[in-house]
């Protein structure tokens, strides 16, 4: 174990500290817990896209701002389904975190996204046009929606993004998804 100290007050205090935990860990930790603010009543997912280190931008899965909150207007049933039985408001919590970084005017090229679902196809698709690198997730879509196989990642692989399985240790978190 290492000790560090704290100066403070004319004290001086050590402090017994667990190794230092992996940036993918403290990424993955976060999405699970972003994941915690969907108020989409079928699934909670999380989002956080970083690059060098940073953390530039975050999302989860939900309605776009200032429309419905699922959980509020229909708690029962969720939102309204589109023609092929999805949800017809929710944005992924990946497109969340890429929209509001490029709303900010955040380059994603280069950028690693930590995702609590592997991403669907579509954003997939979304994930390769915006250039980011590498793809760390948590739980498989596949197995959530009972298909074959990871369509996203499987797209992903092919055209050379870094697509992973997060295989780390989260602390202090709860698997809502």
Request: overall charge negative; aromatic content about 10%; hydrophobic content about 40%.
């Amino acid at each position: 174990m290492n000790s560090f100290c704290i100066f403070g007050f004319s004290q001086i205090i050590f402090v017994a500290m667990e190794t230092r935990p992996a940036f993918d860990d403290i990424y993955m930790e976060l999405a699970v817990n972003l994941a915690k603010r969907s108020h989409c009543i079928k699934r909670h997912v999380g989002a956080v896209l970083t690059k060098d280190t940073r953390i530039i931008s975050i999302g989860y899965n939900g309605p776009p701002s200032e429309t419905h909150n699922c959980d509020e207007e229909w708690p029962d049933v969720g939102c309204p389904r589109d023609s092929k039985g999805g949800c017809s408001l929710a944005i992924h919590a990946e497109q969340n975190a890429i929209l509001y970084a490029v709303k900010n005017k955040t380059s994603v090229e280069g950028a690693t996204l930590y995702v609590t679902l592997s991403p669907c196809l579509a954003c997939a698709r979304i994930i390769y046009s915006m250039r980011i690198l590498r793809v760390i997730y948590l739980n498989s879509y596949a197995e959530h929606k009972g298909i074959a196989s990871d369509e996203g990642v499987e797209f992903l692989k092919t055209f050379g993004v870094e697509c992973n399985k997060y295989e780390g240790k989260l602390d202090n978190v709860t698997h809502m998804i």
